[in-house]
């Protein structure tokens, strides 16, 4: 399975890195007030928001053909969470579009969305 | 052919440039947060972001002509990434695009300059000069510089070539990895741009990360395979094209283009 490229200092992500962690609850509301509520997940799911700049133009054509590798959203890849170092396995791209902006001689700058599946 | 025209600095773009890759992935989320995706493999564009700034009047009317000329969306035209390596199968010489002389002799799997074992080592067993070639579809009006990653000790030759221009330099390598270029602009009305390494008989190189770029001098090497930086059809994104014009013969713009990625 395909890792998530790393950048040249070994890091996946740089500051400001965006971690969120996903629930989904199903709450029925009954006529006198009260409530069940009903867990859909059998546990969390992991999201990352990946915002790099300053990236030289090698940096920025591994994200690339990562991206082109990975079919935007539908390959699947492991990715290891800069926060912690866990191991993630299944996890893929949230979003089937990517940019990649050359602000200047090795400048680049992009965005992607991690996802964990399950 | 229509061909996007190159600045008079002989690049295509300024910075910034941005290129947007789109895919189309069909998806289906389950309650459980169970994924199933369908890819939709004909279905992706590449798109770009052209800023330009303090073009001269005659810049901004070459944009200009190939605009009218194109009718905005509705034509095609052929476009150079000016952030891509114009070669495709950069590492892999034995690929249909690469023509390569009979008596030339390729072994895969030597150490390359990154570490890892993607160099090729080519060798002339004839008696006269053999090369390893990629021809492009690409104005013989523009710039172009052609680099490759050799190793080991011989003698070669980078050459670029279109409508009977040529322009080539000889390099003897020594033994560690560098990076050699050629750049030239033919300045004909040819329509195909020829990018060749050249070896003279009996020598022998290692060869990696072939490179053409649509500007006088190399960028960062990026690895291809099927894919170029070469639009064959690419398009005006949008039917109606702004300049502002800041000062006398100073004109600015951001024109959109996009292509399929193949």
Redesign the interface.
């Known amino acids: 399975m395909q890792e998530f490229p790393r950048l040249k200092t070994g890091a996946v992500a740089q500051y400001p890195a965006r971690r969120a962690t996903r629930y989904?609850t199903q709450v029925m509301r009954f006529v006198d007030g009260s409530e069940q509520r009903f867990r859909?997940?059998?546990g969390p799911?992991r999201r990352w928001v990946i915002e790099l700049s300053t990236l030289?133009?090698?940096e920025m054509?591994a994200l690339?053909?990562f991206?082109?590798s990975e079919?935007?959203?539908?390959g699947t890849f492991t990715f290891v969470d800069p926060w912690d170092e866990s191991e993630y396995e299944e996890c893929?791209l949230e979003d089937?579009?990517?940019?990649?902006?050359?602000?200047?001689?090795?400048?680049g700058r992009t965005r992607l969305v991690v996802r964990q599946?399950? | 052919m229509r061909f996007f025209p190159q600045l008079e600095t002989h690049t295509a773009g300024q910075?910034?440039?941005?290129?947007?890759?789109?895919?189309?992935?069909v998806?289906y989320e389950s309650?459980?947060?169970?994924?199933r995706?369908?890819?939709d493999?004909q279905a992706?564009r590449v798109r770009w972001a052209l800023r330009y700034d303090g073009l001269t009047d005659g810049e901004r009317a070459a944009i200009d002509a190939l605009y009218q000329e194109c009718e905005g969306r509705l034509q095609t035209f052929i476009f150079l990434d000016p952030?891509a390596n114009l070669l495709r199968w950069s590492e892999d010489y034995t690929q249909g695009a690469w023509t390569v002389d009979p008596l030339m002799m390729q072994e895969q799997g030597w150490d390359d300059p990154w570490g890892m074992t993607r160099g090729t080592r080519i060798a002339n067993t004839g008696i006269a000069p053999q090369r390893v070639a990629q021809t492009i579809t690409a104005s013989g009006q523009h710039q172009y510089c052609l680099s490759a990653y050799v190793g080991g000790m011989g003698q070669f030759r980078l050459r670029i070539d279109a409508g009977g221009f040529l322009a080539e330099r000889t390099f003897t390598s020594q033994s560690a990895w560098n990076r050699y270029s050629v750049s030239f602009r033919p300045g004909s009305d040819a329509e195909q741009v020829t990018f060749s390494l050249y070896l003279e008989p009996g020598q022998s190189v290692k060869v990696s990360g072939m490179q053409a770029d649509a500007q006088p001098a190399p960028?960062?090497?990026?690895?291809t395979n099927s894919?170029s930086g070469v639009y064959l059809n690419a398009r005006f994104a949008e039917d109606e094209l702004t300049w502002v014009q800041q000062a006398p013969n100073h004109n600015a713009a951001e024109i959109l283009i996009e292509s399929r990625p193949f």
């Open positions: 989904s859909e997940f059998s799911l030289d133009e090698e054509d690339e053909a991206f082109l079919q935007g959203g539908h893929s089937p579009s990517a940019f990649f902006q050359f602000t200047g001689f090795n400048d599946n399950r | 910075y910034p440039l941005t290129r947007e890759r789109h895919e189309r992935v998806r309650l459980d947060g169970r994924m995706t369908f890819y493999g992706g952030a960028g960062g090497y990026r690895r894919r």
